[in-house]
């Protein structure tokens, strides 16, 4: 007989702990997501330079496979989180981390592989067999990477916590991005220790094996499967905003009555938004910085406080979600944008505009997980959120890729970035004005 994963609590019962078992889901929701470096933009560019050079390939056209291989990976995202809502957190962590280590392998070869099909199919051929094998490689580390690896940490994190789901989406932000802003400098040393195969394949090895097995112990998809309530025995909290709508138990919401309210699309566009940005700035940091006249350092050191400024706001919105209506951190949130807008278009007359830069980047970055995190299992209950949660991240996942060609255009036909800085800006303006009637609306309890 098939042991259904979804609810069995093999191999051992996480009801018969000592303390409850949400805390270890929080530890292994974080590990989950940082486990997706290698389909995060941050994860794939440092390896950019060494792919030009081993597949003998113009920027433009690996730029070009990265876009087709992130666009195809959001259309297909929704119908992840409908698989998630089936087999949950568990079987697709698995499934993610084993296919991620896969495709990482895979890409560490992808010159050697090139090669051996060009000797077959004719020389005229590389570019063309290069590029193809790029956009799938690329659509890999993307959809098991950013995509479902992603969608399934956050949200088995989620249905663990109900009056401390902002209290705990909060935690996990803070390691989250001291994480992710270390990745480029651990990715760096692990090229420069063994060369960018080795790293690639190292990670791919570590991701495909040991993050897979871990899963299989340690992922549980919800509480009320394993024999907990959500929060468990955590004392109940006083004002929280959750209580100022219906219980998620109550709540059946499908995507099909998700698509028809107001808040899921403000909400969808700006997460969108700031996914745009943050994708077309690193890609483009260090241009822009010279641009305007600073040097490749000064682009690269605006990471570093700027995501001590997002740990900030991470963990102070992550608590303040759980007695504040979301409108308002997503009201902020468009107001970063708007600052880190500010700032890159007078980033060479004006001094101050680089301190404004990592304010804005900061309060953007901090924000945005909160807003991704907690608005969909609060506005919609948990019975469909990966449908919910994974139509949304397709439109993330989408304005990620289209982020670092619009402002690529911008500077071609305008010689500078500022035009689609500026046209970002207007967009996140309205989001917040827009945000002010975003409010949590209930619907009824129906399945259709």
């Known amino acids: 007989m098939a042991i259904n994963l979804k609810k069995t609590q093999f191999p051992y019962k996480v009801n018969k702990f000592p303390f409850f078992y949400g805390w270890v889901i929080l530890a292994a929701g974080t590990i989950g997501v940082l486990m997706s470096i290698p389909g995060q933009t941050m994860g794939v560019s440092v390896f950019t330079d060494y792919l030009i050079d081993s597949l003998q390939i113009e920027r433009t056209w690996l730029s070009f496979a990265y876009l087709i291989g992130t666009v195809i990976s959001g259309f297909m995202i929704t119908r992840a989180g409908k698989y998630y809502d089936k087999y949950g957190a568990r079987v697709m962590a698995m499934l993610s981390g084993f296919m991620l280590g896969i495709m990482a392998i ?43 690896l992603t969608m399934v940490s956050r949200n088995m994190v989620m249905k663990w916590f109900e009056q401390y789901r902002g209290l705990a989406n909060a935690l996990m932000g803070v390691f989250v991005s001291f994480g992710f802003s270390y990745t480029p400098r651990l990715l760096n040393d692990l090229i420069d220790y063994g060369g960018w195969r080795s790293a690639w394949g190292t990670i791919g090895l570590f991701v495909g094996i040991v993050f897979v097995i871990f899963a299989f112990i340690v992922f549980r998809d919800n509480a009320a499967d394993s024999g907990v309530k959500p929060d468990g025995n955590l004392p109940k909290r006083k004002n929280i905003a959750s209580q100022k709508q219906s219980p998620d ?44 006249g600073y040097t490749r350092e000064n682009a690269i050191a605006v990471f570093l406080p700027a995501s001590f400024v997002a740990v900030v706001f991470n963990f102070a919105g992550g608590w303040l979600s759980d007695y504040i209506k979301l409108k308002y951190l997503l009201m902020v949130n468009m107001l970063g944008i708007v600052m880190a807008g500010v700032s890159l278009i007078f980033l060479e007359s004006i001094t101050s505009a680089y301190y404004l830069l990592i304010i804005g980047s900061g309060i953007m970055s901090g924000l945005f997980s909160v807003i991704n995190t907690v608005t969909w299992p609060r506005f919609f209950g948990t019975k469909h959120l990966g449908a919910i949660s994974g139509y949304a991240m397709s439109w993330t996942v989408i304005a990620s890729a289209l982020g670092p060609y619009i402002f690529s255009l911008s500077l071609s036909f305008s010689g500078s970035y500022n035009h689609g800085i500026i046209i970002l800006i207007l967009i996140a303006f309205v989001l917040m004005i827009l945000g002010i009637k975003a409010n949590n609306v209930e619907m009824e309890n129906e399945v259709k």
């Open 249 to 292: 138990k109550e709540k059946i919401v499908t995507l099909k009555q998700a698509l028809k309210k107001y808040s899921f699309w403000i909400f969808n566009l700006a997460l969108a938004i700031n996914a745009l940005y943050v994708t077309a700035f690193t890609f483009h940091v260090v241009s822009i910085f010279i641009e305007a």
């Open 106 to 148: 895979g890409l560490s070869k992808i010159d050697v592989i090139t090669n051996a099909v060009v000797s077959v199919l004719g020389e005229n051929t590389h570019s063309f067999v290069a590029i193809s094998f790029l956009i799938f490689g690329f659509w890999g580390l993307r959809f098991f990477g950013q995509g479902i």
